[in-house]
């Protein structure tokens, strides 16, 4: 008998049927206040050195929102990227539905609540060499070129997820942000 295998990345594979379902599993489980997504390519970037994987993006970021992540982690582009909080645009995948940018006083915005969608952070900064931006993507909050570490806390009693990213050399703090969990 002939049956196809799915590529990876596509609806209905056995990858994508184990994402879904650890994700559900952890959306409805009432000890889990996080959920954090970890691949090394990359579905949002600003322009730089590579390109984005289409797959990605058109395949997990519906069900990010569906399962409410709140932090998807990436690498692959070598330099520090990250998003607003942002849902999927199945209109435009490459042009998602920024949800929040500038706080009440028209400030740019640091602080979220978990609510919003996803922050996508891509931190390639480990010691490869670095990638230059060549332009700033309108859903990227901050980027930077240079080695360093985010390191993410949970604090608040586990209410608030914050994160830093510190360049390496001098542990100067480039961007931060945090996200709060909206009583639910």
Known sequence: SHHTIKAPLTEGSEQYKFIENDLAKASTDPNIDWIVAVYHKFAYTSPSTLG???????????????????????????????????????????????????????????SYTSSEGPIFVTVGTGGATLFNLTGKAPYIASQHVGYGILNVDVINNGKTLSAKFYEDVDGIVKDQFTITKSNR
């Open 52 to 110: 984005t994987v289409d797959e990605l993006r058109k395949t997990l970021h519906p069900l990010f929102d569906k399962y409410g992540v709140d932090l998807v982690l990436e690498g692959h582009q070598h330099n520090y990227q990250r998003s607003y909080p942002m849902k999927y645009n199945s209109d435009n995948p490459n042009h998602p539905i920024i949800t929040t940018t500038r706080d009440s006083n028209n400030n740019k915005k640091n």
